[in-house]
Every structure is written in structure tokens, then in C-alpha cells.
């Protein structure tokens, strides 16, 4: 009796190994595979004009980075679907919204882990969070929203922020680009709220 339970539970140790190796290895091939339809670029990251974005630290050093603007429906609905993980670390995204809101991000279709700094009225990052991709075998989905309502919100390649030691005493403002030439809007031809807040709120 002894030796055939032992048997027993050797097989059924051989069966559970064998089930997480294949499970494993599903997860790895659908990681790939995800990873080998992602798109360079796309239509909706291309309709994204330029935006330069000047992140000041608390002890007011500043770091500048170029990004993609999303400020409509059809392009912040965009973000980064599908986008391949060499242009998410290369082309953050600057989500700007026509009011305060709470929105929710979801990582649906997005290949690579981003992190996202929520930015308030007066510039100030009220929130970062880590954004993970959803897992085929995941039951739940999470949602990453602000804690205090915001007017944008700039997506980053995962450690971006603890890279250039910006943190919740920074702060974020931003200058909108001409698409052909790269200069500078006129603030008429396209309303910059991040602009606008910095100068309402300079110390």
C-alpha cells in the first residue's frame, strides 16, 4: 500500500508538471505572438501631432522629451494598441483631456508594460502607476484611474519616471508642435491646458 501511494503521487506530481510546463510555454508562444503582429506605427499614432513636454523636478532641475499628443476621442481611444515595444519606449504619448476628469486606462492590446503619470490643473502628477499587459490566462482585467480629477495624463516605457527621478513633487507642462515644421502652435490654433495651467499657477 505504501509503494502505491507513492507511485500515485509521483504520477500525479509527473501530471502537475507537466501541465504547468504546457501552460508556461502557451503563455510564452501567445507573448510572442502578440509581440510579432505589433505594428512600427499605425494611423492613429501618425494623426498624433508632436507635443514637447517639460517635466520640473521639486528642486527645479527639468528633463524635456518630445511625445505624440492624444487629445480626441478617436486618437486617446488609440493610445498605444497594438504599437510594437521599441515605439513605446521611443514615443510617449500625451493624453489631454478638454476638462477635469477621473478617467480609466486598460491595457487591451498593448505589448509591453507602461507607466502613466496622472498630471492635475496646476501641473502637479497627482498619480504614477505601473500599467502590466493583461494576461490570456488573466480572469481580471484591471483599470488604472487618477485619485484626484486631472486635465492629462503622459504614457511612458516602464521606468521612465524612476529613470529621471520625477516623482509627485514634479511638475508637467507642455508646448504643442507644428506636425510639418516642428515649431511652436500659435496657443489660437491649438489650446494648450498644460501651458495655460503653468502660467495661472508659477511660484
Not at 501631432?49 to 518630445?66: A, E, I, K, M, N
Request: hydrophobic content about 40%.
Amino acid at each position: 500500500m505504501v509503494q502505491g501511494s507513492s507511485l500515485k503521487s509521483s504520477l500525479s506530481l509527473t501530471l502537475l508538471l507537466a501541465v504547468l510546463l504546457i501552460t508556461v510555454s502557451f503563455m510564452a508562444a501567445c507573448a510572442n505572438a502578440k509581440q510579432s503582429v505589433c505594428e512600427i506605427t499605425n494611423p492613429a499614432l501618425k494623426a498624433m501631432p508632436p507635443v514637447q513636454v517639460t517635466l520640473t523636478r521639486g528642486d527645479g532641475t527639468t528633463y524635456s522629451l518630445q511625445a505624440k499628443l492624444a487629445d480626441n476621442n478617436a486618437t486617446r481611444a488609440a493610445g498605444f494598441q497594438r504599437v510594437c515595444e521599441s515605439t513605446i519606449k521611443k514615443t510617449p504619448i500625451l493624453f489631454v483631456f478638454q476638462r477635469e476628469v477621473v478617467p480609466s486606462f486598460h491595457m487591451n492590446n498593448v505589448v509591453a508594460p507602461i507607466d502613466i503619470a496622472f498630471i492635475k490643473k496646476d501641473s502637479k502628477i497627482d498619480v504614477i502607476h505601473g500599467m502590466q499587459p493583461y494576461s490570456v490566462v488573466s480572469l481580471k482585467k484591471p483599470l488604472y484611474s487618477s485619485n484626484q480629477p486631472i486635465i492629462a495624463a503622459l504614457e511612458t516605457y516602464r521606468g521612465f519616471y524612476s529613470d529621471h527621478n520625477i516623482d509627485l513633487d514634479s511638475k508637467v507642462s507642455w508646448v504643442v508642435l507644428d506636425q510639418q515644421s516642428g515649431e511652436r502652435l500659435n496657443p489660437s490654433e491649438h489650446p494648450n491646458p498644460g501651458e495655460h495651467s503653468n502660467q495661472n499657477n508659477d511660484d
